[in-house]
């Protein structure tokens, strides 16, 4: 598809956008309370250590969560050619930078870093390649098209608390990723007992550390979009903290039972 062409759509899907952005922010809403009635019920994401049969054939693992999250690095990346108002505006340039940020390095550099790992379904595969295509869409266009902070902006010290909290969230993150990966030698199989950074106070500290990401970025944007996006995430991955935690406990005798699942000293 042209440039040319892309703008033309970009703008007459402009026109009523706001309204599309709020339905599909609702529509998190609503699908995140059902996701997580389904996860505290008892059932696991088919995904990871609980991939199972049922649910479409298998797709490479490294390859599946390139293709799954890089949407949401191209659709915004697709938004810096289009003459988006938001782009000259430096907040909204500063907020669109860490989503973007992000997802280059989940779609990007996480991907390749991988080792070994179960493939995965096809079924959660495409759903998350769904979620991907739509939330870039949301988040970028209404940052880049729809957000206003004002003149004064650096005066308002959501974006600042915000700003840090996505940072020390990425950094949990990515940290944690990497304590994972190194646990096994090569050749090695099976799970073992993560220690070192955040694992120290909860079992699942790469998704706490995600979890905080989008809590910060929705506090930092102060928007609609952002929030949902950031209870659907709760949803969504703060029951597998959980289901990982029991997993654990089960699993290793010596498990430290300080531990929480998802949030230090609470959950």
Same mark, same amino acid.
């Given at each position: ?20 952005? %709020? ?14 009635? $389904? ?6 994401? +088919?995904?990871?250590?609980?991939? @199972? ?33 938001? $782009?000259? =505006? ?11 940020? %992000? ?11 991988? @080792?070994?790992? =179960? ?33 004064? &902006? &650096?005066?308002?010290? %959501? ?32 799970? *073992?007992? +993560? *220690? ?15 979890? $905080? ?8 944007? &102060? ?15 703060? +029951?597998?903290? &959980?289901?990982?935690? *029991? ?8 498990? +430290? *039972?300080?531990? =929480? ?7």
């Amino acid at each position: 598809m042209e440039i040319s062409t892309l703008t033309t759509l970009v703008n007459l899907v402009y026109q009523n956008d706001i309204y599309i952005l %709020h339905l599909v922010s609702y529509t998190y809403i609503v699908t995140s309370v059902l996701v997580l009635f $389904l996860l505290i019920s008892g059932i696991t994401a +088919p995904y990871g250590r609980y991939t @199972r049969d049922g649910w479409g054939i298998f797709v490479n693992g490294k390859l599946a969560w390139f293709v799954q999250e890089i949407p949401s690095f191209a659709v915004p990346v697709i938004f810096i050619f289009q003459d988006a108002p938001g $782009l000259r =505006k430096a907040p909204n340039v500063l907020l669109f930078s860490l989503f973007v940020i %992000h997802y280059f390095q989940r779609a990007c550099i996480f991907p390749f870093l991988i @080792r070994g790992g =179960k493939p995965t379904p096809f079924v959660p595969f495409f759903l998350a390649l769904v979620f991907c295509f739509v939330n870039g869409y949301l988040q970028s266009a209404f940052l880049l098209f729809h957000a206003d902070y004002g003149n004064n &902006w &650096w005066t308002r010290t %959501h974006i600042w608390i915000g700003v840090v909290i996505f940072f020390a969230g990425m950094f949990i993150n990515i940290q944690s990723d990497h304590i994972l990966r190194n646990l096994r030698q090569p050749g090695e199989t099976g799970y *073992k007992i +993560p *220690k070192g950074g955040m694992f120290n106070y909860v079992s699942g500290a790469n998704l706490f550390g995600e979890i $905080l990401e989008w809590f910060g970025f929705a506090v930092a944007t &102060w928007s609609f979009p952002a929030l949902a996006f950031s209870f659907f995430t709760c949803c969504n991955i703060g +029951p597998r903290a &959980w289901q990982h935690h *029991k997993y654990y406990l089960s699993k290793f005798d010596d498990y +430290p *039972k300080s531990r =929480k699942a998802v949030i230090p000293f609470l959950l």
